[in-house]
């Protein structure tokens, strides 16, 4: 099974990826995990993603497109992928096409997480993630039992520099430009479904997990 995760920055997709990815057996596969990941190893791909990134704005499609291709032509992919903050733009849709294509693929579900701009906004600002092990809390929602240490590695705690309020706002604003018109792509095709993402974490987390046990 092969599923797409769309939604606004601070919606929970990447809270509900990883739920739901590993209730499925489905690879996680999170452009933004991957694009940090560059970044903190440095590499030439890594580094220039950060710029964009740090300012709020979408890496260039085609850097995205590539990382995602390899990504899915590795082993572990082939057991079902979970698509969480890509395809960000139409041009992503149909380069994702294009690749499902080439690998005998399909997409079996897309979940469009959407929640009020206010919600978005306290879900990001108070967002905070382990330097170390990069576990992610939430200083009202998931706060770490050992205050601003990891309750799992006891690494430091800090906020994505893109999670400072100006930027939040710049991404809101790329959302509601370039990605909110993907939905588009997929709401014809029957796969599509809307998620109220306005509920508690578990309950979110049921309905998704409803919907995609029926597509298999
Ligand atoms: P996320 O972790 O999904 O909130 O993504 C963090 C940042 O990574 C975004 O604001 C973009 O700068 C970049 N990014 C992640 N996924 C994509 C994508 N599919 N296309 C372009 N940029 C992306």
Excluded: W
């Amino acid at each position: 099974m092969n599923l797409v995760f769309l939604g606004p920055p601070g919606v929970g997709k990447g809270t509900q990826s990883a739920l739901v990815a590993k209730e499925l057996g489905l690879l996680h596969l999170a452009t933004g995990d991957l694009l940090r990941a560059a970044g903190r190893a440095g590499t030439k791909t890594g580094l220039e993603a950060k710029t964009y990134m740090d300012a709020g704005l979408l890496v260039p499609d085609e850097v995205v497109n590539r990382l995602v291709r390899e990504r899915m032509e590795q082993g572990d992919a082939e057991k079902g992928v979970l698509l969480d903050g890509y395809p960000r733009t139409t041009a992503q849709a149909l380069a994702l096409d294009a690749t499902l294509k080439a690998l005998g693929r399909v997409i079996d579900g897309v979940f469009d997480l959407q929640a009020p701009d206010a919600v978005l906004v306290e879900r990001i600002s108070g967002r905070r993630t382990c330097g170390k092990c990069h576990a992610a809390y939430h200083v009202k929602f998931a706060p770490s039992k050992k205050g601003d240490l990891c309750a799992k590695c006891g690494g430091a705690l800090v906020q994505r520099s893109d999670d400072e309020l100006v930027t939040v706002k710049a991404r809101l604003e790329v959302y509601r430009k370039d990605t909110a018109g993907v939905s588009e792509h997929y709401r014809k095709s029957g796969t599509y479904a809307l998620i109220d993402s306005n509920r508690p974490i578990d309950t979110v987390t049921a309905d998704v997990l409803g919907r995609a046990k029926k597509l298999s």
